[in-house]
């Protein structure tokens, strides 16, 4: 049974870069995407980006240009980085993965990781 | 590209029928069938409960069932339960492998 497995919660400054990584067990990189989804304080679910195990990454058009997505399969993992964050960016980051067989069945979450951007 | 609009707030007895609305456009619900429903109890990561509109993963109580009409997808969950007492998302595929959530709706059981 595949468990995605995040860190623990971050406090980052304004204009810092947030680094985030998804531990993956019990499954396969290949026949997924591997996505970040976003959900700030008492608001709803914004969906960050995805890859695949070939490393090819589709973001959020409003985040693009801050938003590194990469994955190593032979350390079981994959990141996200975002760039010159604010305020805005405070959320719990989730990952989550869905198969190539069924779009947007997004079946697996991590238990995601609070980020609180504050000077 | 703008989140998909839902109630903010949702209602009903223990028992009843509740429907919630998932209303989007011609260039993300209306023109795919990739809809799917999750629901998040406070403090925990959301659950799958439907996809493509109206499957169920293994799993997930056949009380909970999806539909879409035009721009509009909606969720059903029939015999409402106090554990029934959560928040709804929908979420829809809207193209070059990126995705929209809706709003958020709230069920309360009365």
């Known amino acids: 049974q595949v468990q995605l497995q995040q860190g623990g919660a971050a406090l980052l400054k304004p204009s810092e870069t947030l680094s985030l990584t998804c531990g993956v067990s019990g499954a396969s990189f290949s026949g997924h995407f591997w996505t970040w989804i976003r959900q700030p304080p008492g608001k709803g679910l914004e969906w960050i980006g995805e890859?695949?195990?070939?490393?090819?990454?589709t973001s959020n058009s409003s985040l693009k240009s801050r938003v590194t997505i990469s994955i190593d399969p032979s350390r079981n993992h994959f990141s996200l980085r975002l760039t010159s964050v604010t305020a805005a960016d405070t959320a719990v980051y989730y990952c989550?993965?869905?198969?190539?067989?069924?779009?947007?069945?997004?079946?697996?979450w991590g238990q995601g990781t609070l980020v609180t951007v504050s000077s | 590209q703008s989140a998909l609009t839902q109630p903010a707030s949702v209602s009903g007895s223990p028992g009843q029928s509740i429907t919630i609305s998932c209303t989007g456009t011609r260039s993300d619900v209306g023109s795919y069938n990739l809809i799917s429903w999750y629901e998040q109890h406070p403090g925990k990561a959301p659950r799958l409960l439907i996809y493509?509109?109206?499957k169920r993963p293994s799993g997930v109580s056949n009380r909970f069932s999806g539909s879409k009409s035009g721009n509009t997808a909606s969720l059903t969950i029939s015999g409402l339960q106090a554990e029934d007492e959560a928040d709804y998302f929908c979420?829809?595929?809207?193209?070059?492998?990126?995705?929209?959530f809706g709003t958020g709706t709230k069920v309360t059981v009365l």
């Open positions: 890859i695949n195990h070939l490393g090819s990454a």
């Open positions: 989550a993965r869905y198969p190539y067989t069924d779009y947007g069945r997004f079946d697996s």
């Open positions: 979420c829809s595929y809207v193209g070059s492998s990126t995705y929209v």
């Open positions: 493509e509109v109206k």
